[in-house]
């Protein structure tokens, strides 16, 4: 049972990576390229980004502790500890920062789709934010497999 904590961090990081790139790579572009409804494509594909970044924050903190109690303060000092902290701030700053914005700009489109709307172009810019965000995020969900493979 002593190796049951780094057994589930493993786990944590599989879950979170391979979450980051199912989702964003894979499903959301599946649901746009075959649903002929975008607003429902949308719909699902953030109801899914909203659950990855729930999967991050528990995977991220559990990664986190973790760390710091196997190696101390020394935790500090490694590159390890630093992504997963950069990636869980990404994925806060994404989940009540960036995604409330975009909600917002849809519920003051509506009843219209806010791509339709006099909104489409703010909603368009903090999409490409968002997008961005996600990217690094999964380049770092990267270099953390790259780390825990290199221990």
């Known amino acids: 049972m002593k190796r049951l904590p780094d057994l589930l961090a493993l786990w944590a990081v599989t ?4 979450g980051l790139f199912a989702i964003g790579y894979l499903a959301a572009p599946v649901l746009f ?5 975008r607003a429902l494509a949308g719909l699902l594909a953030g109801r899914m980004f909203t659950y990855i970044a729930y999967v991050g924050m528990v995977c991220g903190l559990y990664l986190l502790l973790h760390r710091l109690v196997r190696h101390g303060g020394a935790a500090l000092k490694q590159g390890f ?5 950069l990636m869980l701030l990404l994925t806060l700053g994404q989940r009540y920062g960036i995604q409330p914005i975009m909600e917002g700009l849809k519920a003051q489109a509506w009843p219209q789709d806010v791509m339709q709307s006099l909104f489409r172009d703010r909603f368009q810019t903090w999409h490409g934010i968002s ?3 996600y990217l690094i995020q999964s380049l770092l969900g990267l270099a953390l497999v790259a780390k825990m493979n290199s221990r």
Do not use: H, N, P, R
């Open 131 to 133: 997008s961005a965000v």
């Open 15 to 18: 879950l979170w990576v391979g």
């Open 33 to 37: 390229y075959q649903l002929d409804d």
């Open 81 to 85: 500890f630093w992504i997963v902290m």
